[in-house]
């Protein structure tokens, strides 16, 4: 288990995060309380980044699970927004677990994009994280991940929303505002998906 001064260290890719949370999953089962402690409870982009990063994988699929990452995102943003110095989640969140054995694959299937990003990355557009615009990102993110249970029923929104909120949360570890901008793309998909939904009602 790591010490809190190691599991708090910073993260500067999408790579690192993932490849700790691979090394994390273990054998059995892997909970939300198990990686928040092993990222620790200051660490609010990395654990934004993994619940917006599961809902691109094939575990999107998993009936609910949508929906709890985006209660997960929904929090750690708000709380991010307030202020908070320290993550706090439910009880019942941070006992939800997954077997290993699937969320391992399904992390690894990720990594080729995550590198590709990760070379792609370098501070750029850095007006973005000042204020007032430093609040927008955490406060979109509170929004996505608001209507995550809506999503659900429009098949693949789910995941077009886990590329956007994981563009802006790299965007803030990374302090590249190109990402933040390109997180505009996966939004007008679910737009347009939503529009077409209820025009055909």
Known sequence: MPTASESEREFHSLTEIVERTMEEAGDGHVSVDRLMVSFGHASFVPLLILPALVLITPLSGVPGLSTLCGLIIMMIAAQQ????????????????????????????????????????????????????????????????????????????????????????????????????????VPLGAVAWGVMSVLSSL
């Open 81 to 184: 927004l307030v202020g908070h110095s320290q993550i706090w989640l439910p009880g019942w969140i941070r006992k939800r677990q997954i077997a290993s054995d699937k969320f391992r694959p399904a992390m690894q299937k990720v990594l080729p994009l995550t590198r590709m990003i990760d070379r792609a990355a370098r501070e750029r557009l850095t007006f973005l994280f000042k204020r007032p615009f430093k609040w927008l990102l955490p406060l979109a993110c509170v929004i996505f991940g608001a209507i995550m249970p809506l999503m659900e029923f429009i098949p693949f929104s789910s995941s077009l929303i886990g590329v956007a909120v994981t563009l802006i949360a790299f965007s803030i570890l990374t302090r590249d505002g190109i990402f933040a901008l390109l997180a505009l």
